[in-house]
C-alpha cells in the first residue's frame, strides 16, 4: 500500500469534516441530519485508515527488519546486527554518510537534514526504553506520522443529544454538542550525549548501548516535561488541562477533595485512569486516612509502580510540581485522551571539535514531536488555592 496516499486522503477527509463544522458555524446553525450522517461516515473512515496505516507502518518495520543484504546473507548478519555495526562505526568516525538512500547501509547511514538518519533498529531500542522510562508517553495515544494532522473529536461537555418525552403537535427541542478538532505538527527538539574519547577509543565498549541508554533516559526525561508542563508557544501537552477541582489549602489536599477529583471522570474512563503526583505530594496523601482509619494510600505489589490511591495507581515524576498556592499538584485520568504525535525518521549529527576540550564528542540526535489533549473528558486535575 501507499502509505504516503493513505496519509493524504486521511488528511483530505479531515479536512472535508472541517468544511462541513466551518459552514455550519458561518450561518449559525447545528449541523443537518445529512451533514451529521457524511461527518459521522468520514470520521469513521478516518479510523479505518489510522488503523490502516499502523498496520502498514508496523508492516513495514517487520519488512526492514527482516531484509538482508547480499553481503548479509553470505556471512550471516541480520539486519539488526548490520544496523548496530554501522551506528557504531558513525559514532566512532569510520563511516562515511551519503545523499543516496539505495546505496548498501552495511557500509553506510543515509544522510538527512539535520545529519544521518538513524537506522529504524536503533530507533525501535531508544523508544522502547523511552517507553518503560516515561509511562505518560506510553499511555498517551500516539500518532507516528510526519506533517500535520487534524484530529476531530465530539464535545458533549456543555450539551449533548438527549432524548425525551414528546406530546403531539408540540416541537421538539434540540440539542446536540459540539464537533471540534485538534491540529498537531511538529517542533524540532534535539537531545544530546556526551561520549567520553576514552570509550570511544575502546573497540570492546558497547559504544551503540551507552548511546541507546543514555539518548533514551534524556529524551524520556524532555518528553515527559513536555506532556506534562508544555512549552507556551511549542507543545502544549496537558498544560491546558483546567482544574477540575481547587484545593481549599494552599499546601494540603483532604480525603474528600481527591474524591471529588477522582469523579470528576465519567465512569465510562475510569478503567484506565491513574493518578499522576510529585513525590512530596504522594508522601504527604499517604498520610491521610478515611472515617474508619483506613490509610488512602496503599502499597500494592501488583501496581505497576507500587501504589494505589482510591483503586488506580499512583505514579510519580519529578516533572510535577509540589503542593503549593496555584499549583496543579495532581492529575487524573485515562492518558489516552493526550494525543502525541512523533515523526517516524530521527536524525543524528556528531559534533567532535565542540567537545574536544573535554576529551569527549558530542551525539545530538533530532526529532520532531507535538502533543495536545485529544478528549478533556478523560482527564482532569487538582490546583492548590491560590495565594492570598
Same mark, same amino acid.
Given at each position: 500500500?501507499?502509505?504516503?496516499?493513505?496519509?493524504?486522503?486521511?488528511?483530505?477527509?479531515?479536512?472535508?469534516?472541517?468544511?462541513?463544522?466551518?459552514?455550519?458555524?458561518?450561518?449559525?446553525?447545528?449541523?443537518?441530519?445529512?451533514?451529521?450522517?457524511?461527518?459521522? $461516515?468520514?470520521?469513521?473512515? +478516518?479510523?479505518?485508515?489510522?488503523?490502516?496505516?499502523?498496520?502498514?507502518?508496523?508492516?513495514?518495520?517487520?519488512?526492514?527488519?527482516?531484509?538482508?543484504?547480499?553481503?548479509?546473507?553470505?556471512?550471516?548478519?541480520?539486519?539488526?546486527?548490520?544496523?548496530?555495526? @554501522?551506528?557504531?562505526?558513525?559514532?566512532?568516525?569510520?563511516?562515511?554518510?551519503?545523499?543516496?538512500?539505495?546505496?548498501?547501509?552495511?557500509?553506510?547511514?543515509?544522510?538527512?537534514?539535520?545529519?544521518?538518519?538513524?537506522?529504524?533498529?536503533?530507533?525501535?531500542?531508544?523508544?522502547?526504553?523511552?517507553?518503560?522510562?516515561?509511562? +505518560?508517553?506510553?499511555?498517551?495515544?500516539?500518532?507516528?506520522?510526519?506533517?500535520?494532522?487534524?484530529?476531530?473529536?465530539?464535545?458533549?461537555?456543555?450539551?449533548?443529544?438527549?432524548?425525551?418525552?414528546?406530546?403531539?403537535?408540540?416541537?421538539?427541542?434540540?440539542?446536540?454538542?459540539?464537533?471540534?478538532?485538534?491540529?498537531?505538527?511538529?517542533?524540532?527538539?534535539?537531545?544530546?550525549?556526551?561520549?567520553?574519547?576514552?570509550?570511544?577509543?575502546?573497540?570492546?565498549?558497547?559504544?551503540?548501548?551507552?548511546?541507546?541508554?543514555?539518548?533514551?533516559?534524556?529524551?524520556?526525561?524532555?518528553?515527559?516535561?513536555?506532556?506534562?508542563?508544555?512549552?507556551?508557544?511549542?507543545?502544549?501537552?496537558?498544560?491546558?488541562?483546567?482544574?477540575?477541582?481547587?484545593?481549599?489549602? @494552599?499546601?494540603?489536599?483532604? @480525603?474528600?477533595?481527591?474524591?471529588?477529583?477522582?469523579?470528576?471522570?465519567?465512569?465510562?474512563?475510569?478503567?484506565?485512569?491513574?493518578?499522576?503526583?510529585?513525590?512530596?505530594?504522594?508522601?504527604? +496523601?499517604?498520610?491521610?486516612?478515611?472515617?474508619?482509619?483506613?490509610?488512602?494510600?496503599?502499597?500494592?505489589?501488583?501496581?505497576?509502580?507500587?501504589?494505589?490511591?482510591?483503586?488506580?495507581?499512583?505514579?510519580?515524576?519529578?516533572?510535577?510540581?509540589?503542593?503549593?498556592?496555584?499549583?496543579?499538584?495532581? +492529575?487524573?485520568?485515562?492518558?489516552?485522551?493526550?494525543?502525541? $504525535?512523533?515523526?517516524?525518521?530521527?536524525?543524528?549529527?556528531?559534533?567532535?571539535?565542540?567537545?574536544?576540550?573535554?576529551?569527549?564528542?558530542?551525539?545530538?540526535?533530532?526529532?520532531?514531536?507535538?502533543?495536545?489533549?485529544?478528549? @478533556?473528558?478523560?482527564?482532569?486535575?487538582?490546583?492548590?488555592?491560590?495565594?492570598?
Amino acid at each position: 500500500m501507499n502509505l504516503k496516499a493513505l496519509i493524504e486522503k486521511r488528511n483530505q477527509l479531515a479536512a472535508d469534516m472541517q468544511k462541513l463544522i466551518d459552514a455550519a458555524n458561518t450561518e449559525t446553525r447545528a449541523l443537518t441530519n445529512d451533514e451529521l450522517a457524511e461527518f459521522e $461516515k468520514k470520521k469513521a473512515e +478516518i479510523a479505518n485508515l489510522d488503523k490502516t496505516i499502523k498496520a502498514c507502518e508496523e508492516m513495514r518495520a517487520i519488512e526492514d527488519t527482516g531484509k538482508q543484504q547480499p553481503k548479509a546473507d553470505k556471512k550471516g548478519n541480520t539486519q539488526e546486527q548490520l544496523e548496530y555495526r @554501522a551506528f557504531d562505526s558513525f559514532i566512532r568516525g569510520k563511516l562515511e554518510v551519503r545523499d543516496d538512500p539505495a546505496e548498501d547501509t552495511a557500509t553506510n547511514m543515509t544522510k538527512g537534514d539535520n545529519g544521518a538518519v538513524i537506522p529504524t533498529t536503533i530507533i525501535k531500542k531508544i523508544i522502547d526504553k523511552v517507553y518503560n522510562i516515561a509511562p +505518560i508517553f506510553s499511555m498517551a495515544t500516539r500518532y507516528n506520522m510526519g506533517g500535520t494532522i487534524t484530529i476531530p473529536y465530539y464535545d458533549d461537555s456543555d450539551s449533548d443529544i438527549s432524548m425525551g418525552y414528546a406530546e403531539e403537535f408540540v416541537e421538539l427541542e434540540s440539542s446536540a454538542g459540539k464537533i471540534k478538532n485538534i491540529s498537531l505538527s511538529g517542533f524540532l527538539a534535539g537531545v544530546l550525549t556526551l561520549v567520553s574519547k576514552s570509550l570511544l577509543n575502546n573497540s570492546n565498549f558497547d559504544l551503540v548501548g551507552f548511546v541507546i541508554d543514555k539518548m533514551a533516559a534524556n529524551i524520556a526525561k524532555w518528553i515527559e516535561k513536555e506532556l506534562i508542563n508544555g512549552t507556551e508557544d511549542k507543545i502544549e501537552g496537558l498544560s491546558t488541562l483546567t482544574a477540575g477541582v481547587t484545593a481549599a489549602s @494552599a499546601t494540603a489536599v483532604t @480525603a474528600d477533595e481527591l474524591i471529588d477529583l477522582q469523579e470528576e471522570i465519567p465512569d465510562v474512563y475510569q478503567a484506565g485512569a491513574v493518578w499522576i503526583m510529585s513525590k512530596k505530594t504522594r508522601t504527604a +496523601i499517604r498520610k491521610l486516612k478515611d472515617g474508619t482509619g483506613n490509610y488512602l494510600l496503599n502499597k500494592d505489589v501488583s501496581a505497576r509502580w507500587g501504589y494505589t490511591l482510591l483503586g488506580k495507581e499512583v505514579y510519580v515524576s519529578d516533572n510535577m510540581p509540589n503542593m503549593a498556592a496555584d499549583a496543579r499538584a495532581i +492529575i487524573y485520568g485515562d492518558l489516552s485522551g493526550l494525543a502525541v $504525535k512523533v515523526t517516524e525518521n530521527w536524525e543524528i549529527n556528531i559534533l567532535r571539535e565542540k567537545y574536544a576540550t573535554q576529551h569527549a564528542l558530542g551525539v545530538f540526535a533530532y526529532l520532531e514531536m507535538d502533543s495536545k489533549i485529544e478528549n @478533556a473528558q478523560k482527564l482532569t486535575a487538582l490546583t492548590m488555592k491560590a495565594s492570598g
